[in-house]
């Protein structure tokens, strides 16, 4: 099997990340879509494609904020709580204007590209919404 150069590319920062001891996660993503993410910094202001990722969506909104202000828009946020159901998307206003987005995991913590965290980490909650990519 020949690999494509991109491939190749992939294959070969992969190797020079796992030899530094970082995660590798290499995703699979459509000829036109954003190229594939060697690790988690790759995703720094990418928060809201990570999460739709996860939920399997190909198409989302162009920003946390930008999903935030439809959930409210649309009466579905619920903002200010900090004990969210497991599974719904949680909300923060950061990274000048652009938000921070993750998903519940219950218990008052969240996932997101880096990991597991408490809600409480990250200043200026903004609340959660129901998931509403599909």
């Given amino acids: 099997m020949t690999l494509s150069r991109t491939a190749r590319s992939l294959v070969a920062a992969a190797a ?35 999460v739709r990722q996860q939920f399997g969506a190909s198409s989302g909104f162009p920003t946390a904020m930008a999903n935030w202000r439809d959930a409210v828009r649309k009466g579905v946020a619920v903002p200010g709580d900090r004990t969210p159901p497991k599974g719904v998307l949680v909300f ?12 519940s995991v219950g218990g008052g913590r969240f996932r997101d ?7 409480s980490s990250i200043k200026n909650y903004l609340g959660w919404a129901p998931e509403r990519y599909s």
């Fill in 16 to 50: 020079l990340v796992a030899g530094s001891g970082a995660t590798v996660a290499i995703t699979a993503a459509p000829a036109a879509a954003a190229p594939a993410v060697v690790d988690a910094r790759g995703w720094n202001g990418n928060c809201e494609r990570w």
């Fill in 92 to 103: 923060w206003n950061v990274a000048k204007g652009m938000g921070h987005v993750g998903i």
């Fill in 113 to 119: 590209y880096r990991g597991t965290f408490p809600i």
